[in-house]
């Protein structure tokens, strides 16, 4: 699909695993980390925060892209979360977080907390009607 360096993917993978060692999942015992590249190719992380008023928890993506957003990125290009045996991806209300923060050809990566496992999509196949003030 697409040819990012390793660096790259490891370094969005570091990024997410870091995270999601941080991760507070009390309740589901889920961990979760994601990680964003945005467009001056800075890498910021996140992980899913849950709470007591279960399901109101935060997702580890939109703890990445909030801290892309505070730090005045626009837009990514590349996302990848890690957690559980691999067979994961971002939920639909992620999807529709990333849908609006990323260029065209956004790549989302899915990676098993062992580091195997990796998937790969477009965007637009995760989502492919997401809302937007285009349509």
């Not at 889920?30 to 935060?58: H, M």
């Not at 639909?92 to 923060?101: S, V, Y």
């Amino acid at each position: 699909m697409t040819d990012p360096s390793p660096s790259l993917i490891d370094r969005l993978q570091a990024a997410a695993s870091a995270a999601r060692e941080q991760a507070h999942a009390p309740y589901s015992k889920f961990k979760v980390g994601a990680a964003v590249l945005d467009e001056q190719s800075r890498i910021f992380a996140g992980c899913n925060v849950e709470n007591a008023a279960y399901p109101l928890g935060t997702c580890a993506e939109a703890v990445a892209l909030g801290a892309m957003v505070v730090s005045g990125g626009k837009t990514c290009s590349h996302v990848l979360v890690i957690g559980g045996d691999g067979d994961l991806s971002p939920c639909g209300g992620c999807r529709q977080r990333i849908a609006e923060l990323c260029g065209p050809d956004c790549i989302v990566y899915a990676v098993a907390a062992d580091g195997t496992a990796l998937k790969e999509w477009k965007m637009a196949d995760l989502l492919p009607n997401a809302f937007s003030f285009d349509r």
